[in-house]
Nanobody
Framework: EVQLVESGGGLVQAGGSLRLSCAAS????????IGWFRQAPGKEREGVSC????????YYADSVKGRFTISSDNAKNTVYLQMNSLKPEDTAVYYC?????????????????WGQGTQVTVSS
């Protein structure tokens, strides 16, 4: 059974930090890239970041560059999203997903597997 399980969401004040985790099982983790998406109420799903399994290359949406950092611990089959300097506009449900490559990393249809999401709320 393929599973991606997000954790680490919660309520924080603007300027604060959270670290999200994506724990993967049921597929060959080292063969996949892992991306993060988010969706706020009334808005379309937005690609946030991706990390490549081949060379560790990372990709970020312009809205989070310099604030968010994606990383991978292959021994734990887990990808992290460190979120610093959080803003109210970062409020959304955050999802992790698995794809073969990070090419077109911001396109949801490129991803084979999805988690259930974790809520991030940033208050002002």
């Amino acid at each position: 059974e393929v599973q991606l399980v997000e954790s680490g969401g919660g309520l924080v004040q603007a300027g604060g930090s959270l670290r999200l985790s994506c724990a993967a099982s049921g597929f060959t983790f080292d063969d996949y890239a892992i991306g993060w998406f988010r969706q706020a109420p009334g808005k379309e799903r937005e690609g946030v970041s991706c990390i490549s399994s081949s060379d560790g290359s990372t990709y970020y949406a312009d809205s989070v560059k310099g604030r968010f950092t994606i990383s991978s611990d292959n021994a734990k089959n887990t990808v992290y999203l460190q979120m610093n300097s959080l803003k109210p506009e970062d409020t959304a449900v955050y999802y992790c997903a698995a794809a073969i490559l990070c090419s077109s990393w911001y396109v949801g249809a490129e991803y084979d597997y999805w988690g259930q999401g974790t809520q991030v709320t940033v208050s002002s």
